[in-house]
């Protein structure tokens, strides 16, 4: 009775075990390669019982389980003199063998192999034979028994994928050192010496129950149970399936976004402020324990202040780190993936290190915190930018007209590319990329002092609030709950935007005519680009300032490539050339090539580095 | 008369549907049984019973003179069977399925087989996959009767072939049976084919046995009234609208009045006065 099943089987699959164990000689020759780098020779059979093993654990479950029964073969198999669960264990044991044999002839080989560099003992052997066979078993009982589930294998793959990733990431358990998935590990090819018993125990009981499992299935109501789990899904099947993994997704996102995460910790710091908000300074050789001190207690009364100015519910511990490899008006901020709160860095200790802006900058990061960087969306980035702006110098009339030389300088260089500010509202991504952050800031400066002028000291507070001081859960309920900003702004009795475009333009162009003499003095010569054939399909680059002079003192050409899908420019992603003449890029393009580029020269009188002009283009 | 198996009172449920209700059937050896009944009677459950591919929830199985609570391989031996859709492994061709069949079976006749292969003109060398259904239900059937089995299980075996095609495995079938003296039980919903190939013919409803006779008893038993007027009907079983069901002995004993007319009918409406009567009569 088994003999015509085995050899049924075996000439029904021929030609998967065929390429199947071609792909496996293949991969064993491929791995015995790499894993002469990797300590041992034997590191080559463990990934093979983990690549290549589990791979065809899985294939073979499937073409004997799922294809006889999704065939309705098994109906045929039934009628013939031989009991089911004589089908069942025949197929469970061929499995098994041309499981094993494979297994066990690249065992013999990488064991040949390694026998010239590592002393192999028999009781190392058996030990990785024991291990390695196993977890192979688990890993072939396990597809066997899902094979036999049907439609509904591929749901019950992504559950157990899926609640070991739940396991993981939510509850903190380290699953890959877990039996069975333990019994595999790296140390299988390691350990001299012992079984990891336990493991092992577990191992060979979710083996047995796997087994038990499979027959009770195969067997249960006379094997309709099987059958009918075979069937292909119904659309109404489907769609709760759908729903179900939607559903169970999203709420392992939501427990995963939801899990506290433990505050950013520094332990070499000087910490200053209060308890309700304290800020953390890394100790640095260029930054005295007393300034540092002194900047942490500032930062944290500014936190304090905007937390009651704007109703806050929460605010960060917020870190700052030194770092002195950064130029003086560059300031970022760190990703956290597995800690709470807003680290930043700077170059504390550099001599044009500005502390006003790096304040400025770190409310704008806080708010970017609170609001899950909802705060950042492109409709609300000129009102948050501006109110950081406004409130950080509302009571600082110096620098409130270094702001006001700032937003002129911005309007200039606007003006001169023909854009409105109406346009520039809408669109305030493009003009950051514009006008880079010193013009940006101050033109958003300017616009939000005069909606505080048109509103009043309590409805702009108002306004802000609506827009900045709600917390809104970080998941997909934000855009639903969130205040839309056209909304928030009608009510707060503003006039109409487009109205105060103009109404902005008209100071704007006021205070140019008023700081006429002071801007005159800044050289905001826009920038040149020109691409230059250096024959056939490449181009090289030509920059310049102004029109045609040779000479246009100290600036910075900033360019690079911008990729297919890139929105806003990362500013570390450009790269930088100094320079004080016209000039060439060093890099050749191709034609084609899209590429942004902008030049920026610090200025004395706007006390930052001022954009000139930027462009987005394609060199041809 | 030997019994080649006997079903007694067979209750089998799946789920809510009650799939037998307490079937009997009895079949002789050597006889051709046809086994009539709608879509969904119960023939197909009846059939997967006797095989022991499914378990009655109750009653009695009776299989070659022995009661059985589980048909064994060694009983299976002594089965053929063809399914209404016979599954086939498409990649084997007709004669490979042979051989592979052949293994479970010690009886299994190689050259008959292949004879009959020939005789039910069913390519050899072709794949399964290749084979029409008509053909493949015909490799069913060489395939059942290579092992010569004493009993021949046919679910439907016509079912879905056309008129020449049936007419032809019909034919086929009746000689082989002469040849062989077969055992044949065959299940059913054309009257028609029940009527050319069956010497004996049960009736099954919603999963109860309605009649099983002979051709002629059944049509001697089942008769259209007309204009019964005043009669005392007792002992008369009404089926559906003029049609009764008594003893041939009552037809002939009960003095009709005038007026009064009595009709035979075809097979086919006597199957259709079982089929659509909703009243449950044990038969």
């Known amino acids: ?620 | 008369m030997t019994v080649a198996f006997r079903l007694e009172n067979i209750e089998r449920r799946f789920g809510k549907v009650q799939a037998l209700d307490g079937l009997s059937i009895t079949v002789q050896q050597g006889e051709v049984y046809g086994f009539l009944g709608r879509n969904g009677a119960g023939k197909t459950t009846a059939l997967r019973v006797l095989m022991g591919i499914i378990r009655p929830d109750d009653g009695l199985v009776e299989l070659f003179g022995q009661r059985v609570k589980r048909v064994t391989p060694s009983l299976k031996r002594r089965i053929g069977y063809v399914s209404q859709e016979p599954t086939f492994y498409t990649w084997m061709t007709a004669e490979r399925l042979g051989r592979f069949v052949s293994s479970f079976y010690p009886t299994w006749d190689h050259q008959e087989f292949i004879r009959l292969l020939e005789v039910l003109d069913v390519p050899k060398d072709r794949r399964a996959a290749e084979l029409s259904g008509g053909t493949r239900s015909k490799l069913g059937l060489a395939l059942a009767l290579a092992p010569r089995p004493e009993l021949l299980l046919l679910d439907e075996p016509t079912a879905g072939l056309d008129p020449v095609a049936r007419a032809e495995f019909n034919d086929q079938l009746v000689s082989l049976q002469r040849e062989r003296g077969t055992t044949v039980f065959f299940s059913s919903h054309l009257v028609g084919e029940v009527e050319q190939l069956a010497q004996r013919v049960g009736i099954v409803q919603a999963g109860k046995t309605r009649f099983e006779g002979d051709v002629a008893a059944l049509r001697a038993c089942v008769r259209r009234i007309i204009n019964p007027q005043s009669h005392s009907l007792e002992g008369f079983e009404h089926l559906r609208g003029d049609i009764y069901r008594a003893d041939a002995s009552l037809w002939d004993r009960t003095a009709w009045l005038e007026g009064a007319e009595m009709q035979l009918l075809s097979l086919e409406d006597i199957f259709l006065a079982f089929a659509r009567t909703d009243r449950a009569v044990a038969a």
Not at chain 1, 220 to 229: N, W
Not at chain 1, 579 to 584: I, Q
Request: hydrophobic content about 50%; charged content about 20%; glycine content about 8%.
């Open chain 1, 1 to 620: 009775m088994i003999r015509p099943l085995v050899f049924k089987e075996l000439r029904e699959h021929r030609w998967v075990l065929l390429m199947l164990w071609i792909a496996g000689g293949l991969a064993l020759l491929g791995l015995s390669k790499v894993a002469k780098d990797e300590g041992s020779p034997l590191v080559a059979y463990r990934t093979m019982v983990w690549v290549f093993g589990v791979l065809s654990a899985l294939i073979l479950a499937n073409r004997l389980v799922v294809s006889e029964f999704s065939g309705r073969t098994q109906l045929f198999l039934e009628t013939l003199p031989v009991s089911r669960v004589q089908i069942i264990a025949v197929k469970w044991l061929t499995g098994a063998v041309l499981l094993g044999l494979p297994m066990a002839i690249a065992f013999a080989i990488v064991l040949h192999a390694a026998a010239e560099k590592s002393l192999l003992t028999v009781r190392f052997i058996d030990l990785i034979a024991i291990r390695s066979a196993s977890f192979l078993l688990f890993a072939y009982a396990l597809a066997f028994f899902i094979g036999l589930t049907g439609r509904y294998r591929h749901v019950l793959w992504g559950a157990l994928v899926l609640t070991a990733f739940a396991m993981d990431s939510l509850t903190q358990t380290p699953v890959a050192q877990l039996a069975p998935l333990h019994v595999g590990a790296s140390s299988m090819v390691f350990e001299r010496f012992e079984l990891p018993m336990t493991d092992l125990v577990i191992t060979w009981l979710a083996t047995a129950f796997l087994v038990a499992a499979t027959f009770v299935l195969s067997l249960a109501a006379e094997g309709s149970l099987v059958v009918a789990l075979s069937q292909r899904m119904s659309p109404r099947e489907k769609v709760a399936v759908t729903v179900s993994v939607l559903a169970v997704l999203s709420l392992v996102g939501q427990m995963e976004g939801r899990k506290p995460k433990p505050a950013f910790k520094l332990h070499d710091a000087v910490i200053g402020g209060s308890a309700t908000a304290p800020v953390a300074i890394g100790e640095a050789d260029e930054v005295s324990d007393d300034a540092a001190k002194t900047l942490a207690d500032r930062l944290s009364a500014d936190l304090q202040g905007l937390r009651t100015y704007l109703s806050l519910t929460a605010i960060p511990s917020v870190t700052v780190l030194p770092e002195e490899s950064i130029d003086a008006d560059i300031f970022m901020r760190a990703t956290l993936p597995n800690s709470d709160g807003v680290v930043l860095r700077a170059a504390l200790g550099a001599e044009r290190f500005n502390e006003d802006a790096f304040r400025t900058y770190s409310l704008e990061e806080v708010l970017d915190w609170f609001s899950h960087s909802r705060a950042r969306q492109e409709d609300r980035l000129w009102l948050l930018d501006g109110f950081t702006q406004w409130w950080s110098t509302r009571d600082d009339s110096a620098r409130q007209q270094q702001l006001r030389l700032r937003a002129a300088a911005a309007w200039q260089v606007l003006h001169g590319e023909g854009f409105t500010i109406q346009d520039e509202l809408h669109h305030w991504l493009v003009a950051r990329e514009q006008l880079g952050e010193c013009l940006s800031n101050g033109l958003a400066w300017r616009a939000a002092s005069l909606l505080t002028e048109q509103l009043g000291a309590n409805r702009y507070q108002d306004l802000m609030k609506e827009l900045f001081g709600t917390r809104l859960p970080d998941d997909g309920r934000a855009p639903f709950l969130e205040e839309s900003v056209s909304r928030a702004w009608s009510q707060s009795g503003a006039p109409p935007l487009p109205e105060f475009a103009d109404r902005l333009q008209a100071v704007l162009e006021h205070e140019q005519m008023q700081l006429g003499g002071q801007l005159k003095s800044i050289d905001l010569s826009h920038p040149r680009f020109s691409a230059v054939s250096m024959g056939g399909r490449v181009f090289e680059v030509h920059y310049g300032l102004g029109q045609g002079g040779t000479k246009a003192g100290a600036f910075a050409v900033r360019y690079g490539a911008i990729g297919p899908w890139a929105t806003e420019l990362d500013r570390e992603s450009l790269a930088r050339i100094d320079a004080n003449h016209p000039g060439v890029l060093p890099n050749s393009f191709e034609q084609g090539f899209r590429i942004f580029t902008a030049i920026e020269r610090r200025d004395s009188q706007l006390d930052c580095t001022a954009r000139l002009g930027a462009q987005r283009w394609e060199i041809q």
